[in-house]
């Protein structure tokens, strides 16, 4: 008797407690019931190995002239480097100097009397791949979560491809920016300025040195490009964005939006080391390859800064966004769009909730009329367990997606398919003449081990979807996974419960 009546307290403590989690907390709904926008980036890995390589060639001649080799020239092709010497019997000491060095990067091969071929190993070129997605992978998840979108889907697909949903996302365009802006932040010495880019060629006699490049800085007014500026600057910055600390919107000493940052310890000391050196020259502040601005530095500059540019409060905010999340290692395309509607939504919601409701009903009215008063029990129960369930998505903070209905009407009825075997078992038994009471023990006793084998497996699957799909199928998995649980309590321990209660104080209303 005291076993049964902590029993009763423990369903009834569950069913208040899901009752209150359900009117209290929402449930997470996906982009295909919520609308939103599905995108297909694909990460731009060639440009990303090619601008390696060209990192790469730099410091190979840069080598070779330690070692006093002299070079005639070195080109690159694609991932290929092609080193000619000037001196043809140094080409062996300089084959070894770098298979030594970039062994391990590229193989190195005699493509001539005085040539060197260095081709980037596959194995590396994968290696590289793989650790350029996931570093895009997680900025992007970085970018997101600046944006605010609650349960947003971020995931890899094939070889250079991730996947993003953002559910309940009213602006995509926006959105799209953030994510497909590199964000390269760099810091750079500026060395000349010219209003154009021939009077700074000019200058050079033509060419521009290895170790400079020129970069334009596009001047604004209203939103519009109306003029040009071009800079000389040194290839090699003074700082990168990964000295970033953080990052926010402003204003500048002219009241107009701009981003303030604040650096990392160490960069604070490199900044401030240099800016105390260079007082009265140009510091280029330079985003994704273009000059915002050029500054001259009037003062020693410490940990912090502003980067101008002729922006709007929006793109002020966004930039502050993705200078936070960090640069991309290499540049993102969108290949491929969908925007899901709210309507959309609400119709596959008021088809998915009528779904459940005309299940729902057939399978109770099926358990009365088959199983009569047990067949009622059942009911409650089952009853019990779309309750249950709500209250779960609800407090896991799961995300239910169209799938995630269907799981939701599946689980209906596989928890009265567990009623089912316990009430055919404790049918035989009774045939068999035994008492009510050892019909039903023996009934839950022998069909535990079916049910469980059966539940066993379907989580089995379960696990397998979540763990290799996408949203929806993974909404379908969480919500075939947790029906699974309730059912297993709601239709065992629950409905024996109940049956207990009635056997013993109203034998008379059983029946089956």
């Not at 290929?80 to 770098?98: P, R, V």
Request: glycine share 8%; net charge positive; aromatic share 8%.
């Amino acid at each position: 008797m005291k076993n049964l009546k902590w029993r009763i307290f423990l369903i009834v403590a569950v069913l208040a407690g899901a009752v209150y989690v359900s009117l209290t907390r929402k449930v997470n709904l996906g982009l295909d019931l919520q609308g939103g926008t599905h995108l297909v980036l694909q990460v731009d890995t060639e440009k990303a190995l090619e601008d390696e390589t060209s990192s790469y060639m730099r410091e190979i001649k840069a080598l070779l002239q330690q070692d006093e080799i002299p070079v005639l020239d070195v080109s690159r092709k694609g991932t290929s480097i092609y080193i000619e010497l000037l001196d043809s019997t140094k080409l062996s000491a300089a084959e070894a100097i770098l298979k030594k060095e970039y062994g391990e990067v590229f193989d190195i091969k005699k493509t001539g009397d005085s040539t060197l071929g260095l081709f980037m190993k596959s194995s590396y070129k994968q290696k590289e791949i793989d650790r350029l997605c996931n570093q895009a992978l997680e900025t992007i998840r970085n970018r997101i979560d600046e944006l605010g979108v609650a349960e947003p889907v971020i995931v890899r697909s094939g070889k250079d491809r991730i996947i993003v949903e953002l559910p309940g996302v009213k602006n995509p365009d926006r959105a799209k920016r953030i994510l497909g802006r590199v964000a390269k932040l760099e810091f750079k010495q500026v060395v000349d300025v010219a209003p154009t880019r021939e009077e700074l060629l000019k200058k050079l006699g033509g060419k521009v040195p290895d170790d400079e490049q020129i970069l334009v800085q596009e001047i604004k007014k209203n939103g519009k490009v109306v003029g040009k500026m071009y800079y000389l600057v040194k290839r090699e910055p003074i700082l990168t964005g990964a000295y970033l600390k953080d990052a926010y919107p402003s204003v500048d000493e002219y009241n107009m939006p701009a981003v303030s940052f604040e650096l990392k310890s160490q960069g604070a000391k490199i900044f401030e080391q240099y800016t105390a050196s260079h007082i009265g020259t140009r510091l280029a502040i330079v985003l994704d390859n273009k000059v915002q601005s050029a500054p001259v530095i009037r003062s020693r500059i410490g940990g912090r800064g502003q980067i101008t540019g002729q922006f709007t409060y929006q793109e002020a905010k966004d930039l502050a966004i993705v200078l936070r999340a960090g640069a991309l290692p290499a540049p993102v395309k969108i290949i491929e769009e969908t925007t899901i509607g709210p309507s959309l939504g609400h119709e596959s919601i008021s088809k998915g909730v009528k779904s459940a409701i005309a299940g729902l009903i057939i399978v109770m009215v099926f358990m009365v009329i088959y199983y009569k008063f047990s067949g009622f029990i059942a009911d409650v129960a089952l009853m019990m367990n779309v309750v249950l369930l709500w209250a779960l998505l609800a407090l896991l903070g799961a995300t239910l997606t169209l799938p995630g209905i269907a799981g939701y009407i599946l689980t209906i009825g596989m928890s009265v398919d567990a009623n089912v075997i316990i009430f055919e078992r404790i049918r035989e038994e009774l045939k068999k003449g035994r008492s009510l009471i050892s019909a039903i023990e023996v009934g839950f006793s022998s069909a535990w081990g079916t049910i469980l084998d059966a539940n066993v497996t379907t989580l089995a699957s379960a696990a397998v979807l979540f763990q290799f799909g996408t949203g929806p199928i993974k909404g379908f998995a969480v919500t075939l996974s947790l029906g699974i649980l309730c059912s297993m309590f709601t239709a065992v321990f629950v409905t024996k419960v109940i049956l207990d209660v009635i056997v013993r104080y109203k034998p008379q209303l059983f029946s089956i």
